[in-house]
């Protein structure tokens, strides 16, 4: 599946974002997907995750109580909505996406490695200023 992130720019901090993730090629209701970020200097991290139909979400310890994410499985699209952003969360962001196993549990871990995800999108800026 392809992925197209956007939506990302500049935002002081406490302010709000909506990332999008638009998929194309495959049935986008079959995949997991999934949004890491990259800071310079650092590793990519996970964020959040989402089950195929949207009934499971995952975050990181990080971002839990300010991100949201969801999608339209009718307009092939992942959200992740940012609020009160902070400084330290200036990083490129990226959609990913690996074809589900159905109703089969893979646990949360799974959805943290990037490494078990397929597909990327190209990742789109966030910068928050202080």
């Known amino acids: 599946v392809q992925l197209q992130a956007s939506g990302g720019g500049l935002v002081q901090a406490g302010g709000s974002l909506r990332l999008s993730c638009a998929a194309s090629g495959r049935t986008f209701s079959t995949y997991d997907m999934g949004w890491f970020r990259q800071a310079p200097g650092k590793e990519r991290e996970f964020v959040a995750a989402?089950?195929?139909?949207?009934?499971?979400?995952y975050y990181a310890d990080s971002v839990k109580g300010r991100f949201t994410v969801s999608r339209d499985n009718a307009k092939n699209t992942l959200f992740l909505r940012m609020n009160s952003l902070k400084p330290e969360d200036t990083a490129v962001y990226y959609c990913?996406?690996?074809?589900?196993?159905?109703?089969?549990?893979?646990?949360?871990?799974?959805?943290?490695?990037?490494?078990?995800?397929?597909?990327w999108g190209q990742g789109t800026q966030v910068t928050v200023s202080s």
């Open positions: 990913a996406a690996v074809p589900s196993q159905g109703t089969n549990y893979r646990g949360s871990y799974y959805y943290r490695v990037a490494g078990n995800y397929d597909d």
């Open positions: 989402i089950t195929w139909r949207g009934t499971t979400t």
